[in-house]
């Protein structure tokens, strides 16, 4: 019994234990020969309305050119010994596809596509405003309706009067 005990709380203890989670991540070309690292700062999450520092670390390519896109808007790229750096400011909480476009000092193009969620910061203004809305239109229809139920009450209070003493 001592040994299924001591069992279960190794187990238990393993469980709990912080799960290890990857400080990078690494994404092949369309043609899965060549493989890039992207390292995303800060905490490898970045933060709606915050500027986010993309790192495109290709050890064994010499680049030549780069080309970002974010969700098809063209993002400016910093080329420096293999590295593809990239500041940029995601907007509002979702999911953005990157597409990165490197030209090797051979001529050679790579095209690389990568989805990132950003979970934390911001969230949309139109959905703030559209919730407020709402909330004026509930409000309203309440007082409305309390409105209502005082008016006809004064109007049968006789009758309820009445109704109450027999």
Partial sequence: ????????????????????????????????HVGMVLH?????????????????????LAISSAMLRINDVSVPVTLSDGVADVTYVFPAQGTYALRLEVSASDGTRYSFTHSIGVSRGASDVTKGRHDYFWAMVGLIASGGGLLVLVAVGWRQRRAIARHSRH
């Fill in 40 to 60: 995303v700062e800060p905490d490898e999450a970045p933060t709606a309305g915050s500027k986010t520092h993309l790192e495109f670390i290709m050890q064994s």
């Fill in 1 to 32: 019994m001592r040994k299924w005990l001591f069992g279960l709380v190794i187990i238990c203890g393993v469980a709990l234990l912080p799960q290890t989670t990857w400080a990078h991540e690494l994404i092949t070309d369309s043609t899965h």
